[in-house]
């Protein structure tokens, strides 16, 4: 996966200083070292953001359309568990014979697969991973395909590592303090009539993507927006509802038309929320953006962008992507402030849950 072409699954960072003036150095000198040399642990390292190979890092490699690009390399040897139950067969077949018993007691056969595994472990080809990003500097943004938390947390080290500060990652508690706003003080707040607001958790991650399939269906899905213009938004499925509480319970709707399925609406009864659903962002001109939104974790996943209309060089069409990359969390920072005014106001927001038990109770469903 990679930020040139196809879609794009990543994670959004606020980037808080300023990347030092020789922040490429900083990067060379930690640098993937050379597969030749690997042992049997795992390394990390940065190189180039043509390839996984992309060494040494220079001003030519680190760069691509005028924004910082490189990629955290992962390289790890791993035996084949099919290899290694076969490998351990043998030997153990082996003991079996020379000790003339029938069988090989525990110990035995775990010290058979740690001796396997010293062995088969230096012959194996490293495998390769890499954590791709690209830094948007006018924005202050940072966008990483670090889309799990093991991901998000390795490439944070070794961003501080190199750069000498910590990139932020975008969450609804951070998007809100960047609006200036605190979420501390909303409280609990459940969308089904049928459970109260002290049953619920604080979710506020989850309350904004159901408050924008609520917006899409009975408000049209319209926005105003300052930067893009009116702005239409959809949802579609796979779904998932998430009810946090005593233990998370999660259902997954998938075939078929779950956002109109009496599943969906039994989910919402029972005060679940939406943490995870195809998100569609449209604006004038027929562009559109489509992915699938993790709101919990603020995940974006196979993320569309709108096609080109003209033929551009690679690196003009790099440079293109990257601003309809910001275009899209212009679009969707903006929606999120809208929600936090009406969030955080309480006047406000009693009348909107009104209008979203009324939405849930009457919404129709088919099986």
């Known amino acids: 996966m990679s930020f040139e072409n196809g879609s794009i699954s990543f994670r959004i960072f606020h980037v808080p200083h300023q990347l030092p003036k020789d922040a490429v150095e900083r990067f060379a000198q930690r640098a993937a070292p050379p597969l030749k040399s690997m042992g049997a642990d795992p390394v990390?390292?940065?190189?180039?953001?043509?390839?996984?190979?992309?060494?040494?890092?220079?001003?030519?490699?680190?760069?691509?359309?005028?924004?910082?690009?490189?990629?955290?390399?992962?390289?790890?040897?791993?035996?084949?568990?099919?290899?290694?139950?076969?490998?351990?067969?043998?030997?153990?077949?082996?003991?079996?014979?020379?000790?003339?018993?029938?069988?090989?007691?525990?110990?035995?056969r775990s010290d058979i697969r740690k001796q396997v595994m010293a062995r088969l472990l230096p012959t194996m080809p490293p495998t390769l991973k890499g954590i791709?990003?690209?830094?948007?500097?006018?924005?202050?943004?940072?966008?990483?395909?670090?889309t799990s938390e093991n991901?998000?947390?390795?490439?944070?080290?070794?961003?501080?590592?190199?750069?000498?500060?910590?990139?932020?990652?975008l969450t609804a508690a951070t998007a809100a303090v960047q609006l200036g706003a605190g979420i501390g003080d909303w409280g609990k707040t459940s969308f089904s009539p049928e459970v109260p607001d002290s049953a619920m958790e604080e979710t506020p991650g989850l309350d904004f993507l159901?408050?924008?399939?609520?917006?899409?269906?009975?408000?049209?899905?319209?926005?105003d927006t300052k930067e893009h213009g009116r702005v239409a938004i959809m949802l579609e499925g796979p779904l998932l509802f998430t009810r946090v509480g005593e233990g998370a319970h999660e259902m997954s709707l998938r075939h078929g038309l779950p956002t109109i399925s009496a599943e969906a609406k039994t989910a919402l009864l029972s005060g679940k929320k939406l943490e995870r659903a195809k998100l569609i962002l449209a604006r004038s001109g027929d562009e559109n953006w489509s992915c699938s939104f993790d709101t919990d974790a603020f995940v974006f996943r196979g993320l569309k962008l709108?096609?080109?209309?003209?033929?551009?060089?690679?690196?003009?069409?790099?440079?293109?992507?990257?601003?309809?990359?910001?275009?899209?969390?212009?679009?969707?920072?903006?929606?999120?402030?809208?929600?936090?005014?009406?969030?955080?106001?309480?006047?406000?927001?009693?009348?909107?849950?009104?209008?979203?038990?009324?939405?849930?109770?009457?919404?129709?469903?088919?099986?």
């Open 151 to 169: 991901q998000t947390d390795a490439f944070r080290l070794n961003f501080r590592n190199a750069a000498g500060f910590d990139p932020i990652p």
């Open 210 to 223: 159901t408050w924008l399939w609520f917006c899409s269906e009975a408000r049209e899905g319209l926005f």
């Open 44 to 108: 990390h390292g940065w190189v180039g953001g043509r390839h996984l190979l992309d060494v040494p890092i220079t001003d030519e490699n680190a760069f691509f359309g005028g924004h910082l690009r490189l990629v955290l390399l992962k390289a790890e040897r791993k035996v084949p568990k099919s290899l290694v139950r076969a490998e351990c067969m043998l030997e153990e077949f082996a003991h079996m014979r020379l000790e003339k018993k029938p069988f090989v007691d525990r110990k035995t």
């Open 132 to 146: 791709p990003f690209v830094y948007d500097e006018r924005a202050s943004t940072l966008y990483a395909g670090a």
């Open 306 to 367: 709108p096609e080109s209309k003209e033929i551009l060089d690679a690196a003009s069409m790099f440079q293109e992507r990257v601003q309809k990359l910001g275009q899209f969390r212009e679009m969707l920072l903006e929606l999120f402030a809208q929600f936090v005014a009406e969030r955080g106001d309480p006047r406000r927001w009693a009348n909107t849950q009104k209008q979203i038990h009324r939405w849930v109770t009457d919404r129709t469903s088919k099986r």
